[in-house]
């Protein structure tokens, strides 16, 4: 059986992966109507991926003798100052994500329960990449500017990004 403290801060990571899932989708719903097409389809792309890590660690629970327990989600923002605003929230986002996969480590490693400890590696590193690809993204704005051509080759990069995560489900 898990230990009752580490299945409590697993349940907790649960939330916030299908939160971020929602708050992505949310975003991507705002770039859909904003005229943002490359960064809507990025962003769903990127809502399905935290679902995948919601249901990843879902699983683990489980199959280690606990039980995840779905939380209630609280409604995501859905008015952007603009793109750049969506993006800077996202890592800021990410930043708090990762903060709480590495809380999550310490109290399993604490526990030592070392499965769950090199279970979660995985998310670790996840975070790792997740952070170096958006803030990729912001660089990539600065460069872009506020102007309105800028602003397009920067949506159409988003989607290319967008099909390139799909295809390798990064
Ligand atoms: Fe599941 Fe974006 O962290």
Redesign the pocket.
Known sequence: MINKKVEKALINQIKL?EQ?SRIYMSMASWGEVNGFPGAAKFLYTHSD??RM?MTKLITYLNDKGGYAVLQPLEMPQNKFKNLLDVFEQILKH?EF?TESINKLFEIAFNEKDFTTSQFLQWYIE??IE?ESTFKGILDKFRLAGNQTGGLFHLDKELETLAIADAATGA
Do not use: A, K, T
Request: charged share 60%.
């Open positions: 992966e971020s991926e935290e890590h990410e994500v996840e975070q997740e």
